[in-house]
């Protein structure tokens, strides 16, 4: 599974206000952005991403949307997560044999194409 879109979600400062906000109490747009003094049309934006990561629930109420997170999607990211933190080098030191052929120029070094500069405008 792509988790991409998850932690492109969890990039962004006021992203990550809305979570702690919602995983607290359920809100609509409005009372997002005056906790977050912040526009309802930036807590859209960013309440369109939490959503297109999947970690965003909505029930509506009258004419309004309310949105609560996900709980097992964000349970998930952060097993995820800890999994990367419980990785341990193969050998402390030193490269590890597998790739050691891509390290220090050898034969199997990766060479990279280094993209020129934009030029500043003035």
């Known amino acids: 599974m792509d988790r991409a ?5 969890l990039a962004d400062e006021n992203r990550r206000r809305i ?14 952005a005056r906790a977050l003094d912040i526009s309802e049309s930036a807590v859209s934006q960013h309440l369109r991403l939490l959503r297109q990561a ?10 309004f949307m309310h949105y609560a ?14 999994a990367l933190a419980d990785i341990r080098p193969e050998a402390e030191g030193a490269c590890a044999e597998s790739v050691r052929r891509l390290c220090h ?7 990279l194409p280094m993209a020129p500069l ?3 405008r003035r």
């Open 54 to 63: 999947g970690l965003l629930t909505g029930e509506r109420r009258g004419r």
């Open 69 to 82: 997170i996900d709980g097992e999607k964000l349970r998930a990211l952060a097993r995820d997560i800890e």
């Open 5 to 9: 879109p998850l932690y492109r979600a």
């Open 105 to 111: 120029g050898g034969a199997g070094t990766i060479r």
């Open 19 to 32: 979570i702690m906000l919602l995983l607290r109490h359920n809100c609509c747009v409005s009372a997002l």
């Open 118 to 120: 934009p030029e500043k």
